[in-house]
T-cell receptor, first 115, second 112 residues
Framework: EAGVAQSPRYKIIEKRQSVAFWCNPISGHATLYWYQQILGQGPKLLIQFQNNGVVDDSQLPKDRFSAERLKGVDSTLKIQPAKLEDSAVYLC?????????????FGPGTRLTVT | AQSVTQLGSHVSVSEGALVLLRCNYSSSVPPYLFWYVQYPNQGLQLLLKYTSAATLVKGINGFEAEFKKSETSFHLTKPSAHMSDAAEYFCAVRGTGNQFYFGTGTSLTVIP
């Protein structure tokens, strides 16, 4: 079974530029998460999708971050414009729908450096 | 609200020694608790999970954790450390709505 795919793996941009990350979850997983992991910290949830609807985006900085999950499959996270403090690893995870869906499966992450 | 606190951001053990990584949780509902491991430049991998069944949970790579409600703890242990165990370990709790809240992580160093 293929895992969660993310691209690119690494990205370096200058502040005020824009950037987009892509995630393809495990086939059949209805729930998709985007996390931000700053160096030395645990992952922080940015947004959670259930199929193509948003369940929780309370910690997403909506003035600069946006995310979509068209057709309830793959997802894109965008930052525009980027700030220095956005330097982090962006992790995508997916899980099955329902109460028994305890496990999240993580992708390898995209390491963003903003200079 | 749900949260977890990991005590000790860095732990060093000798190869073959006991590994003990501490996690305390806060939850207003019966918690679902998890331990994840993260190797350099990789995503998180599930080690084990507690979902209100047995309080002693066995995971992969010889790790286990015990859920202690009275102490609100879910510490991770392994009887004998191996060099390959060197990694970052995260404790997490699942909240209502299927959100997950992670601790700040513990970096494990294994000394040969």
């Amino acid at each position: 079974e293929a895992g969660v795919a993310q691209s690119p793996r690494y990205k370096i941009i200058e502040k005020r530029q824009s950037v987009a990350f892509w995630c393809n979850p495990i086939s059949g997983h209805a729930t998709l998460y985007w996390y931000q992991q700053i160096l030395g910290q645990g992952p922080k949830l940015l947004i959670q999708f259930q199929n193509n609807g948003v369940v929780d985006d309370s910690q997403l900085p909506k003035d600069r971050f946006s995310a979509e999950r068209l057709k309830g499959v793959d997802s894109t996270l965008k930052i525009q414009p980027a700030k220095l403090e956005d330097s982090a690893v962006y992790l995508c995870a997916s899980s099955l729908e329902g109460v028994s869906s305890y496990e999240q499966y993580f992708g390898p992450g995209t390491r963003l450096t903003v200079t | 609200a749900q949260s977890v606190t990991q005590l000790g951001s860095h732990v060093s053990v000798s190869e073959g020694a006991l590994v003990l990584l501490r996690c305390n949780y806060s939850s207003s509902v019966p918690p679902y608790l998890f331990w994840y491991v993260q190797y350099p430049n990789q995503g998180l991998q599930l080690l084990l999970k507690y979902t209100s069944a047995a309080t002693l949970v066995k995971g992969i790579n010889g790790f286990e954790a015990e859920f202690k409600k009275s102490e609100t703890s879910f510490h991770l242990t392994k009887p004998s450390a191996h060099m390959s165990d060197a990694a970052e370990y995260f404790c997490a709790v699942r909240g209502t709505g299927n959100q997950f809240y992670f601790g700040t992580g513990t970096s494990l160093t294994v000394i040969p």
